[in-house]
Protein backbone atom coordinates (compact mmCIF):
# COMPACT_ATOMS: atom_id res chain seq x y z
CA UNK A 1 0.00 0.00 0.00
CA UNK A 2 1.66 3.12 -1.08
CA UNK A 3 2.58 5.76 1.19
CA UNK A 4 -0.14 8.75 2.01
CA UNK A 5 1.78 10.71 4.25
CA UNK A 6 3.43 12.75 1.81
CA UNK A 7 0.11 13.41 -0.14
CA UNK A 8 -0.22 17.48 -1.33
CA UNK A 9 -3.57 17.48 -0.64
CA UNK A 10 -5.74 19.22 1.70
CA UNK A 11 -5.03 18.29 5.34
CA UNK A 12 -8.04 20.13 6.89
CA UNK A 13 -11.29 20.56 4.93
CA UNK A 14 -12.41 24.25 3.87
CA UNK A 15 -15.12 25.10 5.73
CA UNK A 16 -18.91 25.37 4.55
CA UNK A 17 -18.64 28.40 4.43
CA UNK A 18 -15.69 29.01 1.58
CA UNK A 19 -17.34 26.25 -0.53
CA UNK A 20 -20.38 28.17 -0.57
CA UNK A 21 -18.51 31.71 -1.50
CA UNK A 22 -16.62 29.27 -4.27
CA UNK A 23 -19.59 27.62 -5.54
CA UNK A 24 -21.31 31.05 -6.23
CA UNK A 25 -18.12 32.43 -7.94
CA UNK A 26 -17.82 29.45 -10.26
CA UNK A 27 -21.82 29.34 -10.97
CA UNK A 28 -22.05 32.91 -11.26
CA UNK A 29 -18.89 32.81 -14.29
CA UNK A 30 -20.50 30.23 -16.01
CA UNK A 31 -24.78 30.97 -15.43
CA UNK A 32 -25.41 34.61 -16.48
CA UNK A 33 -28.80 35.33 -15.23
CA UNK A 34 -30.15 35.20 -18.37
CA UNK A 35 -29.40 31.89 -18.80
CA UNK A 36 -30.97 30.95 -15.61
CA UNK A 37 -34.27 29.46 -16.54
CA UNK A 38 -32.91 27.00 -19.27
CA UNK A 39 -29.81 25.96 -16.56
CA UNK A 40 -32.05 25.14 -14.50
CA UNK A 41 -34.41 22.89 -16.78
CA UNK A 42 -31.02 21.11 -17.67
CA UNK A 43 -29.97 20.87 -14.07
CA UNK A 44 -33.89 19.59 -12.84
CA UNK A 45 -34.02 22.14 -10.26
CA UNK A 46 -35.59 25.36 -10.10
CA UNK A 47 -34.07 29.16 -11.17
CA UNK A 48 -34.34 29.67 -7.18
CA UNK A 49 -31.70 27.10 -6.65
CA UNK A 50 -29.63 28.21 -8.87
CA UNK A 51 -29.99 32.43 -8.38
CA UNK A 52 -29.07 31.13 -4.55
CA UNK A 53 -26.07 29.06 -5.38
CA UNK A 54 -24.76 31.81 -7.95
CA UNK A 55 -25.41 34.75 -5.13
CA UNK A 56 -23.69 31.97 -2.10
CA UNK A 57 -27.35 32.64 -0.18
CA UNK A 58 -27.74 28.97 0.15
CA UNK A 59 -25.19 25.72 -0.52
CA UNK A 60 -27.75 23.64 -3.00
CA UNK A 61 -28.01 19.85 -2.09
CA UNK A 62 -24.72 17.71 -3.21
CA UNK A 63 -26.74 16.08 -6.70
CA UNK A 64 -27.63 19.56 -7.77
CA UNK A 65 -24.20 20.53 -7.01
CA UNK A 66 -22.96 18.22 -9.24
CA UNK A 67 -25.53 18.24 -11.78
CA UNK A 68 -24.23 21.68 -12.49
CA UNK A 69 -21.21 20.03 -14.48
CA UNK A 70 -24.04 18.24 -17.10
CA UNK A 71 -24.41 22.27 -17.95
CA UNK A 72 -20.95 23.83 -17.95
CA UNK A 73 -18.03 21.16 -17.44
CA UNK A 74 -15.96 24.23 -15.91
CA UNK A 75 -19.09 24.56 -13.79
CA UNK A 76 -17.43 23.29 -10.66
CA UNK A 77 -13.33 24.56 -11.03
CA UNK A 78 -12.49 26.30 -8.37
CA UNK A 79 -15.13 24.45 -5.78
CA UNK A 80 -12.45 21.06 -6.54
CA UNK A 81 -9.53 22.98 -6.20
CA UNK A 82 -10.24 23.85 -2.90
CA UNK A 83 -9.82 20.02 -2.07
CA UNK A 84 -6.84 19.48 -4.54
CA UNK A 85 -9.18 17.94 -7.68
CA UNK A 86 -10.52 19.04 -10.79
CA UNK A 87 -13.48 17.26 -12.12
CA UNK A 88 -13.30 16.46 -15.85
CA UNK A 89 -15.31 14.19 -18.39
CA UNK A 90 -14.65 10.42 -18.38
CA UNK A 91 -15.59 10.55 -22.22
CA UNK A 92 -14.27 13.49 -23.44
CA UNK A 93 -16.32 14.70 -26.90
CA UNK A 94 -14.48 15.90 -30.22
CA UNK A 95 -15.46 19.38 -30.21
CA UNK A 96 -16.19 21.38 -33.16
CA UNK A 97 -13.16 21.64 -35.39
CA UNK A 98 -13.44 24.65 -37.17
CA UNK A 99 -15.19 26.40 -34.01
CA UNK A 100 -12.63 25.14 -31.68
CA UNK A 101 -9.76 26.77 -34.14
CA UNK A 102 -11.62 30.20 -34.38
CA UNK A 103 -11.69 30.23 -30.64
CA UNK A 104 -8.08 29.44 -30.47
CA UNK A 105 -7.44 31.86 -33.01
CA UNK A 106 -9.28 34.91 -31.40
CA UNK A 107 -7.25 33.85 -28.11
CA UNK A 108 -3.92 34.19 -29.74
CA UNK A 109 -5.25 38.05 -31.27
CA UNK A 110 -7.18 38.96 -27.65
CA UNK A 111 -3.47 37.20 -25.99
CA UNK A 112 -1.27 39.64 -28.09
CA UNK A 113 -3.06 42.54 -27.72
CA UNK A 114 -3.43 42.37 -23.52
CA UNK A 115 0.70 42.09 -23.84
CA UNK A 116 0.48 45.06 -26.82
CA UNK A 117 1.86 47.51 -23.73
CA UNK A 118 4.84 45.08 -22.98
CA UNK A 119 3.06 43.16 -19.30
CA UNK A 120 -0.14 41.82 -18.98
CA UNK A 121 -2.29 43.17 -15.53
CA UNK A 122 -4.50 41.05 -13.68
CA UNK A 123 -7.67 42.12 -15.85
CA UNK A 124 -6.29 40.98 -18.90
CA UNK A 125 -5.14 37.96 -17.11
CA UNK A 126 -8.75 37.03 -15.61
CA UNK A 127 -10.32 37.97 -19.31
CA UNK A 128 -7.47 35.38 -20.52
CA UNK A 129 -8.19 32.80 -18.43
CA UNK A 130 -11.79 33.00 -19.49
CA UNK A 131 -11.22 32.71 -22.58
CA UNK A 132 -8.87 29.66 -21.74
CA UNK A 133 -10.68 27.51 -19.63
CA UNK A 134 -13.45 26.18 -22.06
CA UNK A 135 -10.61 25.38 -24.73
CA UNK A 136 -9.16 23.24 -22.28
CA UNK A 137 -11.94 21.19 -22.47
CA UNK A 138 -12.02 20.91 -26.66
CA UNK A 139 -8.63 20.41 -26.62
CA UNK A 140 -8.33 17.81 -24.63
CA UNK A 141 -10.63 16.05 -26.54
CA UNK A 142 -8.80 16.27 -29.43
CA UNK A 143 -5.85 14.58 -27.49
CA UNK A 144 -8.13 12.10 -26.05
CA UNK A 145 -9.25 10.91 -29.45
CA UNK A 146 -5.71 10.87 -30.56
CA UNK A 147 -4.49 8.39 -27.24
CA UNK A 148 -7.86 6.39 -28.63
CA UNK A 149 -6.66 5.90 -32.45
CA UNK A 150 -2.83 5.43 -31.05
CA UNK A 151 -4.15 2.61 -28.71
CA UNK A 152 -6.86 0.73 -31.64
Not at 40 to 52: L, V
Not at 66 to 84: E, F, H, I, K, R
Given at each position: M??????????????????????????????????????????????????????GAHLPELH?????????????????????????????????DLDTLAKVSHLAGKWAEALADGRRDHRETCDLADAIRPLLIALSAVVSEAERIKAA
Open positions: PDRSNNVLQKTPPTKQRVQDELARDWARCFPVSRTASVAERMDCSPGTINNGRTTVLASLLVDPTALQTVMGLYGFKAVPLQAEAAN
